[in-house]
């Protein structure tokens, strides 16, 4: 079993769920599910990505939960999923999909936002039934569909095969992360947050990043650094909003920038001006506010669209 994600006090402090479920895979993995908000309220599902839990949309339901149904589970092996020996792209989309049907009425649909991992999971999951049946639109966050551990700018060298080896060295380290200190918390905002971060937001990542398993984040590093979604993305035909941060290392723009040209049904890229990776944490309010005009058009209908390119 994954650890619990320590509670950092403030306003990323996990919000308690209305209820809490699980999920079970196709495979047989079993998945932590929480519900938030009226049970008859529009639905969200969101998908944090590597390392995190669902502790990483903490700001996103506080916000969301007084109008919305929002849903987020624990990926396989991170937050309280139990590990699993099967980690795929394909484990990642069965996931979802048991996620789906388990916590929406046949034929909802849903918003569903991906964050890094989380994004693609959704792109991994685009075409199959179950995700057809309940995605009216998407929201990707920091994310890309390939060449994943190339673009990466974790290491400060120019693009070439030396930097690509560091970069998969670094990402794919066994090495402990130990406990949540000044330095730690100032490694990982070099990682994977904005220069202009403020403390509170980097100690609230680092202590989920730190929360996850040393043996489940190498093995999904593996996964990350041979992941190929391309294909995935064009088939996510679904009304799909994508956002980034101009300052992020890990997914920098260029990968936002390929999955708007590659989609079908693209609503636009917001690229947010010294932001790093974690731009649900970093920017709370304008990833809520993208979630929340894509139920009011896709859902419920009572908003038009409002997500422009650089907004």
């Known amino acids: 079993m994954s650890r619990r994600t320590p509670a950092a006090p403030g306003p990323y402090t996990p919000p308690v769920p209305a209820r809490t479920l699980t999920a079970v895979s196709a495979d047989g ?3 932590h599910v929480e ?6 309220a529009p639905a969200v599902v969101l998908a944090h990505g590597w390392t995190c839990s669902t502790a990483f949309w903490a700001a996103q339901i506080r916000d969301l939960a007084a109008a919305h149904r929002v849903i987020v589970y624990d990926q396989r ?3 309280r999923s139990p590990a699993n020996p099967v980690c795929t792209t394909e484990a990642l989309a069965d996931d979802l999909e048991a996620v789906l049907a388990a916590t929406l009425a046949p034929g909802e649909q849903a918003v569903i936002a991906g964050h890094s991992m989380g994004g693609m999971t959704v792109m991994a999951a685009a075409g199959r039934p179950g995700f057809e049946e309940h995605a009216a639109a998407v929201l990707l966050c920091s994310t890309g569909s390939s060449r994943l551990v190339a673009e990466s700018r974790v290491v400060p060298l120019r693009a070439g095969r030396m930097r690509t080896w560091l970069t ?3 990402l794919g380290s066994r090495a402990p992360l130990g406990p949540v200190t000044p330095v730690a918390m100032s490694v990982l905002k070099y990682a994977t947050m904005g220069a202009g971060c403020a403390p509170d937001r980097v100690e609230a ?3 989920i990043v730190h929360a ?6 190498h093995a999904w590093s593996k996964v990350l650094a041979t992941l190929d ?3 995935g993305v064009r088939r996510l035909t679904v009304p799909t909003a994508v956002l980034c941060g101009t300052s992020d290392r890990l997914t920098p723009p260029v990968h936002a920038r390929a999955l708007a040209a590659a ?3 693209c609503l636009g890229v917001t690229e947010l001006t010294g932001v790093g990776h974690m731009t649900p944490v970093e920017a709370p309010e304008t990833v809520t506010g993208r979630i929340r005009a894509l139920v009011g058009t896709y859902v419920t209908g009572a908003a038009p669209v409002r997500i422009k390119e650089g907004a």
Do not use: I, T
Not at 35 to 40: I, L, S, T
């Open 205 to 207: 990542c680092a202590r």
């Open 77 to 79: 092996g991170h937050g």
């Open 35 to 40: 519900v938030h908000g009226p049970e008859d």
């Open 212 to 217: 996850c398993p040393r043996a489940v984040r």
């Open 29 to 31: 993995a079993r998945l």
């Open 263 to 265: 989609l079908p049904h």
């Open 229 to 231: 979604l391309d294909q």
């Open 168 to 170: 998969g060295r670094v």
